[in-house]
């Protein structure tokens, strides 16, 4: 070894001190602390705006499909007219009314209200304006339903359509369709606090809508009178007939009284002014008010009698107002003050004190006489008031004794004729009032304001129902993207990958398109715009993307580069003690790929000083040798077989410190070859003379050969091609890779949509302006040095 590649040597192992002492704390937390939190539920609303950014192609799908929809069924619509008539529905009154009605308080009732807003939306009004108008002949009216239109069509093709001369009975069927339709057009509108009623009615035709609003107000008004014209009939036929009876009843009676009369020979005082008069009966009236006059007066005599007699002479009305008492009650009240003033001082024996007892005692004793006095007169007036009260009652029996049996019949006969009398003029009275308002056509209902046809629409409301389809189609738009989200189980982006699978995300690689300048446009349609998938092209020697390869001449991507140094730095990082000298780069299934992200990665590795071999171990399908655009012809299998030495067959891939192992002819039993010995020696004796061995395998569900390789290298790198593998089967990969002894260091998200996603943001010099790299510890230099990203 000359002295330029010991200094190399030297150089590189300085580099990797270095490395490990800067990021050690932080490599060791990953490998050895690493725990799976499970995130707590909050509303991420930023998760929520990338989430409809990534669908929104559904979104837009869901939205114009109903805005289209809407749109067309509200072009195709037939425009609906509505014409208004205002009535006014005032109190019930008699035709005729009286001084008091007039000054009474002008309110119509709820209930009356109601049943008049009933009556308004009747089958029996109804009926009316369709017979009036002839509606059941209008297809408007008559059409049948739309489901079934079409039997209706195919029955009724073959006979000409023709309507009858005259008005015949109508199909009660279609009679019945058209009453509903009528039903449904008819809008009964009562305006608050009020007495006004609107009644709208829609229609196809303008005319026809004002037509049928005036005539259904028109016929309600006309209905109205004839009903009362209806009752007030009725009633006056009831009353003619009652009124005979009645008379019949009364000129009977009246001849029963006078007959009675003329055989007791009744005397009877009459008068213009008066009724007719029985003598005995007023002295008998008379009688009887002198002994209420008497009772009454014996009433409050023996009210102040009890008193006296219960010794409350207090309450009595007149002892109140007795001068003498009075000035007796004062004098005495002077002197109890006086007596308890001397008291205060003075002895009870004391000459004065004896002297004051001595007046108030007298003057106790003189109040007791006037009372006594007064007692004395009240009773003397009760016993008078009994006798008096006693005279009376035994002249009004001995009157009444005189009073025969006659004069009471006569009362009775007496009474029956005014009886019958009242109840004939009464009914006569009636009879009257309903023939004067059978002859008047007054109705308390008033039509305010007829309906003249309408000029424009009111249905359909092309901004309303346009807004209201944009909105739902948004809506339901939305809800698709979180339903489709939801159901969709691949893994995206890292925290799926650290929650679901427990590793770190190493390396994000961006889907090509979106980097060219083209996030969501139509470019995506173009055969230009390829991502990483590492998929053939057909050719055999190229790839069609110049930027499959981030060394290649042309266009370079800074967000591309960036993200493979991103990931060399989380390989070197990766573990504590030193990175892995030899890789495997594998995947779930086909296509994700593995191949591509491998090869840039050796390329990486090589730019900052490291040897790097690529052993492309996929002998199913190979395809190192068309990304650096190279035929082959000896390889790998060419070593496994044993016909060559490995190192004979290592070719320089054009880039410093980075050689390739080709597959070489695609053997017929490629496990058998990798489970040989030679392939693990191979691995051996490559870490020996190599920094960085990276082997690109097969996919590990559908073959065993990453198995085979997973357990002879330091580390696996999984690839996976982000929102399109399902999370499952990666877990299978995982459990295949783990079940023999493989160390899966982490995964290498591929074709992330950045921008949807929020992971980067690139300015115009292609750096990123916000957030970190992909892997999170350390962003490299254009001269391919590692530097802490902060």
């Not at 304006?129 to 739309?146: G, M």
Request: glycine share 6%; with cysteine.
């Amino acid at each position: 070894m000359n002295e330029q590649d010991k200094l190399d040597l030297h150089d590189r192992s300085r580099l990797k001190r270095e490395l490990a002492r800067t990021f050690e704390g932080r490599v060791v937390e990953l490998a050895d602390s690493y725990e799976i939190l499970e995130p707590e539920e909050t509303l991420d609303f930023r998760g929520y705006a990338r989430t409809l950014r990534k669908r929104l192609p559904t979104v837009l799908i869901v939205f114009f499909l109903l805005f289209s929809v809407a749109t067309i069924a509200t072009l195709k619509q037939k425009p609906v007219y509505r014409a208004q008539v205002l009535l006014e529905i005032q109190k019930e009154n008699p035709d005729i009314p009286t001084i008091q009605e007039l000054y009474e308080l002008d309110s119509v009732s709820d209930g009356y209200l109601r049943s008049q807003y009933t009556i308004l939306g009747s089958e029996s009004l109804a009926r009316r304006v369709i017979d009036q108008l002839r509606l059941d002949t209008l297809r408007e009216f008559n059409a049948p339903k739309w489901w079934s239109w079409s039997g209706q069509k195919k029955t009724n093709s073959s006979a000409p359509q023709a309507f009858a001369a005259g008005p015949g009975p109508p199909d009660r069927e279609v009679y019945q369709r058209v009453l509903e339709r009528f039903e449904d057009r008819l809008n009964i509108n009562p305006i608050s606090r009020s007495r006004l009623v609107a009644i709208q009615f829609d229609s196809h035709d303008a005319a026809l809508c004002a037509r049928v609003a005036n005539s259904l107000a028109e016929n309600y008004v006309e209905q109205n009178l004839q009903a009362r014209w209806d009752a007030t009939q009725k009633a006056a036929n009831w009353l003619s007939q009652q009124l005979l009876g009645v008379k019949a009843k009364l000129e009977k009676s009246e001849e029963e009284l006078q007959n009675y009369a003329r055989r007791n020979d009744l005397v009877f005082l009459e008068s213009d002014k008066e009724p007719t008069r029985n003598v005995e009966n007023e002295q008998v009236e008379q009688l009887q008010e002198e002994l209420t006059k008497a009772e009454a007066d014996r009433y409050e005599k023996e009210a102040l009698y009890r008193q006296v007699a219960a010794g409350e002479y207090e309450s009595l009305s007149g002892m109140s107002e007795n001068k003498v008492i009075q000035d007796l009650t004062e004098r005495s009240a002077e002197l109890k003050r006086e007596y308890a003033r001397l008291t205060t001082t003075f002895t009870p024996d004391y000459p004065r004190v004896r002297e004051i007892q001595s007046q108030i005692d007298e003057i106790a004793t003189a109040i007791q006489q006037q009372r006594k006095s007064a007692a004395d007169r009240i009773t003397n007036d009760y016993l008078a008031a009994v006798r008096r009260e006693s005279l009376v009652r035994d002249a009004l029996r001995e009157e009444q004794k005189q009073m025969n049996q006659v004069a009471a019949q006569y009362n009775i006969l007496k009474r029956e004729v005014d009886t019958n009398k009242q109840l004939y003029e009464g009914l006569l009275q009636r009879l009257k009032e309903a023939s004067v308002s059978a002859s008047l056509k007054a109705s308390n209902i008033r039509i305010v304001d007829s309906a003249e046809p309408p000029t424009k629409p009111v249905k359909p409301t092309i901004p309303l129902n346009l807004g209201i389809a944009a909105i739902l189609g948004l809506g339901l738009g939305m809800c698709a993207a979180f339903v489709q989200e939801r159901l969709d189980d691949t893994l995206k982006g890292t925290d799926d990958v650290e929650r679901l699978l427990g590793l770190s995300t190493l390396g994000l690689i961006p889907a090509v398109p979106q980097l060219n300048g083209n996030h969501h446009g139509v470019s995506k349609l173009l055969k230009h715009t390829k991502a990483l998938s590492g998929k053939e092209n057909g050719n055999g020697l190229k790839v069609d993307a110049a930027w499959d390869r981030i060394d290649a001449e042309g266009t370079q991507h800074a967000p591309l580069i960036e993200a493979f140094r991103s990931l060399r730095t989380s390989i070197l990082l990766s573990t504590a003690d030193h990175p892995p000298s030899s890789l495997l780069v594998s995947s779930t299934q086909p296509g994700e790929g593995k191949t591509t992200i491998a090869s840039n990665l050796a390329i990486t590795l090589a730019q900052v000083g490291q040897r790097v071999l690529l052993v492309d171990a996929d002998l199913r399908s190979p395809s190192v040798h068309r990304l650096f655009g190279t035929r082959e012809t000896l390889g790998l299998v060419s070593y496994l077989t044993g016909h060559e030495d490995w190192r004979t067959v290592v070719r320089p891939s054009g880039s410093p410190g980075l050689d390739l192992l080709f597959c070489g002819p695609v053997p017929p039993n490629p496990s058998e070859l990798l489970s040989s010995r030679s392939m693990g020696e191979l691995i051996r004796s490559a870490q020996g003379q190599y920094d960085f061995v990276i082997v690109d395998s097969a996919p590990v569900l559908a073959l065993a050969d990453s198995r085979i390789l997973a357990k002879l290298v330091s580390g696996v790198l999984l690839v996976v091609k982000n929102a399109t593998i399902p999370r499952e089967q990666i877990k299978q990969t995982l459990s295949c890779i783990r079940s023999v002894g493989g160390a899966v260091l982490g995964v290498a998200l591929n074709k992330v949509d950045l921008h949807t996603n929020g992971y980067y943001d690139y300015n115009a010099d292609g750096l990123p302006s916000e957030g970190a790299s992909a892997g999170g510890f350390l962003r490299v230099d254009s001269q391919g040095t590692p530097q802490q990203h902060r």
